[in-house]
């Protein structure tokens, strides 16, 4: 059974950066696209950041132009940069990304158990 496994988050004050790492638990042949989440306490979860398979990105207005998601295809690794953070950045962030354990087989969907970040004021 494969996870993804996320990590990098932390407590850091506003205006400073973290770097989260999502990465699969085993050796598998690609991530494909893949989204980083957060849900703050109290709210929904909502989508953050997106990159496909090829490299295009997209965000959510409230990140835009202070973090940035891009990947390294050669350790199966999306990582999303988070600069300028602010207190409502709060929350538990997940990776949800589409998986091709190997060469042949359909990508499946698999979500990460999540890591916590705290900006404080």
């Known amino acids: 059974q494969v996870q993804l496994v996320e990590s990098g988050g932390g407590l850091v004050q506003a205006g400073g950066s973290l770097r989260l790492s999502c990465a699969a638990s085993r050796t598998i042949f690609r991530i494909n696209a893949l989204g980083w989440y957060r849900q703050a306490p109290g709210k929904q979860r909502e989508l953050v950041a997106r990159i496909t398979s090829g490299g295009s990105t997209n965000y959510a207005d409230s990140v835009r132009g202070r973090f940035t998601i891009y990947r390294d295809n050669g350790k199966n690794t999306v990582y999303l940069q988070m600069n300028s953070l602010k207190p409502e950045d709060t929350g538990v962030y997940y990776c949800?990304?589409?998986?091709?354990?190997?060469?042949?087989?359909?990508?499946?969907?698999?979500w990460g158990q999540g890591t916590q970040v705290t900006v404080s004021s």
């Open positions: 949800n990304g589409d998986i091709s354990l190997s060469i042949g087989l359909l990508p499946k969907n698999y």
